[in-house]
């Protein structure tokens, strides 16, 4: 298929790029490299520097291009954040959606596979969580994605869009050549990560008093290329006119001290901790069920323990100290 990616010189979009590219299809990504990293792209994809929000970017790209499907994946993601600087994260992640969203449906683009997030549920009212559970997001930034699936339910019924929406836990690991490097950095692994390579002191733990067995959170990991395989599986199968939501996890929970604590295994350093206040916005508990998409499409997680997505990601980090800014760090593509 010809195939649009948004956001895909990011970490997750990188990583689906390339499985895209080794499966056949025809990859153009459209990334603003606001958060994103050039080095990051694949060389058979064709790249477009250009922001969602632009529709004159968005009429360049798509007139007369013919793309099958879409794979939406730009967006802001520190949920942290989204609560400090809520108008921000619903003019982004929602609004230049829509703005995409419209130019998609213009020039007849059929497919559309979006990148959305456990944080649609909110405190679990039952666990683990399967595509069913109520939602109720605790985070802007779940609510902002929550108001896009909204908005992709009305389009497929009225304009026959097909939408399959990929309801992530907690992305994380690395592939050999394509890594996760933000900045700021906010994601638990590759922050302890830092500890362990002297880049900072410690590790903050944000609240010891939630209602888990530790007093930490507990989220479930799933690795970065699981996650790429689950959406090509979705554009590979998806029509248009279907709608589908699928839950995206290992189905088994880790507490940040046990994810600290594979990272001391995996590492060999001592990884000091400081207590922290609880962030807002923090669910307590959040595990999947992800039998729906192992029934539908026969996915199946390649990565399923803890430890093996620490050690992808401390192998990553060890090759590329300083990330994509690291000298000679452009992946050698094969």
């Known amino acids: 298929m010809k195939v649009l990616v948004t956001g895909g010189a990011g970490y997750i979009g990188s990583h689906t790029v390339r499985m895209l590219i080794e499966a056949g299809h025809d990859v153009t990504v459209l990334d603003s490299l606001e958060k994103g990293h050039r080095e990051a792209v694949h060389p058979k994809a064709t790249f477009v520097q250009g922001d969602i929000g632009d529709r004159a970017v968005l009429d360049r790209v798509l007139q007369g291009a013919g793309f099958d499907a879409t794979l939406h994946f730009a967006a802001y993601i520190e949920a942290g954040e989204s609560m400090q600087k809520p108008e921000r994260f619903l003019a982004n992640n929602t609004a230049r959606a829509y703005v995409l969203l419209e130019a998609l449906v213009a020039h007849g683009v059929q497919r559309f596979i979006f990148s959305s997030t456990a944080a649609i549920f909110g405190d679990p009212e039952y666990t683990p969580m399967d595509e069913a559970h109520p939602k109720k997001p605790t985070s802007t930034y779940g609510y902002a994605k929550y108001q896009v699936e909204q908005g992709l339910d009305w389009i497929h019924r009225l304009r026959g869009l097909g939408v399959c929406c990929l309801r992530y836990f907690n992305a994380s690991g690395c592939s050999q050549e394509l890594g996760e490097d933000h900045n700021p950095e906010t994601h638990l692994i590759p922050l302890i990560l830092q500890v362990a390579a002297g880049e900072r002191k410690h590790i903050s733990v944000f609240g010891s008093d939630y ?11 799933i690795h970065v290329l699981d996650l790429a395989r689950a959406h090509v599986l979705a554009l590979e199968t998806l029509q248009p006119n279907e709608f589908r939501a699928y839950n995206l996890g290992n189905g088994q929970g880790y507490s940040v001290r046990e994810v600290i604590e594979a990272a001391r295994k995996v590492t060999g ?5 400081q207590e922290a206040d609880r962030r807002p916005g923090d669910p307590a508990f ?4 992800s039998a729906k998409i192992r029934a539908e499409l026969g996915w199946d997680p390649a ?18 100290p300083k990330g994509y800014a690291t000298p000679g760090s452009s992946p050698r593509w094969e």
């Open 211 to 221: 209602p888990t067995p530790d007093g930490t959170c507990v989220r479930d990991y």
């Open 269 to 273: 350093h001592a990884i000091p901790v």
């Open 286 to 289: 959040l595990v999947a069920s």
């Open 303 to 320: 990565y399923p323990t803890l430890e093996a997505i620490v050690q992808s990601a401390w192998d990553w980090k060890r090759r590329f």
